[in-house]
């Protein structure tokens, strides 16, 4: 069935460290592929998105490509800031699948 | 500008009620969906609503009930029923004009049984 895995958490780095959390997917079809952030004590916010290959979504400094021929959706960021300490999902639209959600903490 | 809106921010029930939290969306999507969050875990989906007076149960159902009767609306009811109801519940619409532009959440409510 379609499911999507995220790498576990907690991610622990130092502030301006480069970020990588690792997203592949499995799906029958076409998804469009997405990463959430939440932070403590709210709802999850739409952080970027792709809906076809090779597109790259990008917001906040944080980027993702939509990479089909290895089925997955890395999220990356050059230099991370406390402020980015959260919880990241990455999520496949087909049926309604998040995974399980990587927590990250930043150390100033 | 358009969004989700959860009421109450916060609830608590004594052992045995029911209760009934809000969800309300002015984006007009046809989707929405209720999800549980338990403390250090991922999102389960309760239930979901592709269209008006229609729904399906979702991974944990069982506890809970839902109503459609307006698209703007998508109540859900934690029944005497739900043996742990204490949990963060959010609830998410889907637009799907012109390409899927993902979930929108509302801020969630944490519903607490006391």
């Known amino acids: 069935g379609d499911s999507v895995t995220q790498m576990e958490g907690p991610v622990t780095l130092s502030e301006e460290a480069f970020l990588t959390i690792n997203c592949t997917y499995t799906a029958t079809g076409y998804p469009s592929l997405f990463w959430y952030v939440q932070y403590p004590g709210e709802g999850l916010q739409l952080l970027l998105k792709?809906?076809?290959?090779?597109d790259k979504g990008s917001n906040k400094g944080f980027e993702a490509t939509y990479r089909k021929e290895t089925t997955s959706f890395h999220l990356e960021k050059g230099s991370v800031q406390v402020s980015d300490s959260a919880v990241y999902f990455c999520?496949?639209?087909?049926?309604?699948?998040f995974g399980k959600g990587t927590r990250l903490h930043i150390l100033p | 500008d358009g969004g989700i809106t959860q009421s109450p921010k916060y609830l608590f029930r004594k052992e045995g009620q029911n209760v009934t939290l809000s969800c309300e969306q002015n984006l007009n999507h046809d989707a929405m969906y209720w999800y549980r969050q338990d403390p250090g875990q991922g999102l389960r989906l309760i239930y979901y609503s592709q269209i008006v007076n229609d729904f399906q149960k979702g991974d944990i159902a069982e506890g809970y009930s839902v109503s459609r009767e307006k698209k703007e609306s998508f109540p859900l009811t934690v029944t005497s029923a739900q043996k742990n109801p204490t949990a963060f519940y959010l609830c998410?619409?889907?637009?799907?004009?012109?390409?899927?532009?993902?979930?929108?959440f509302g801020s969630g409510t944490r519903l607490t049984v006391v």
């Open positions: 792709a809906t076809k290959a090779d």
């Open positions: 998410a619409s889907l637009g799907w004009d012109r390409g899927p532009y993902g979930y929108t």
């Open positions: 999520a496949l639209i087909l049926k309604i699948i």
